[in-house]
């Protein structure tokens, strides 16, 4: 079992910036990667951004490359979602996710693929206003 709890989420007002926290605990160590979804009222769950935990990768989504990072800090068993320039298009809930990654993907749609995970938060909110 895997328990992850976000934090850091808040109201913003466009271009601003918030940093989120994603902190794991129980049986991480049987799971390669970890990601960050959101899901906005009627719209489908999105694929933000994802790290393997060795480090090695990072993917972004289309919609945030070059405004969100994601890092970890294997240490503490957090991972971080550092979002700039944010847009009130960004307003969702976002949720942080743990599960197996494949190997070698692809392109980034093989990992920001939320049947990937199976381990969720319960999410923070997010709110950009104009």
């Known amino acids: 079992q895997v328990q992850l709890v976000e934090s850091g989420g808040g109201s913003v007002q466009a271009g601003g910036s918030l940093r989120l926290s994603c902190a794991a605990s129980?049986?991480?160590?049987?799971?390669?990667?970890m990601a960050w979804f959101r899901e906005a009222p009627g719209k489908e769950r999105e694929g933000v951004a994802a790290?393997?935990?060795?480090?090695?990768?990072?993917y972004y989504g289309d919609s945030v490359k070059g405004r969100f990072t994601i890092s970890q800090d294997n240490a503490r068993n957090t991972v971080y979602l550092q979002m700039n320039s944010l847009k009130p298009e960004d307003t969702a809930m976002y949720y942080c996710?743990?599960?197996?990654?494949?190997?070698?993907?692809?392109?980034?749609?093989?990992?920001?693929?939320?049947?990937?995970?199976?381990?969720w938060g319960q999410g923070t909110q997010v709110t950009v206003s104009s």
């Open positions: 996710a743990t599960g197996s990654c494949p190997r070698s993907p692809w392109n980034a749609r093989q990992v920001l693929d939320r049947a990937k995970y199976n381990y």
């Open positions: 129980g049986d991480t160590y049987s799971r390669n990667c």
């Open positions: 790290i393997y935990t060795d480090g090695t990768r990072l």
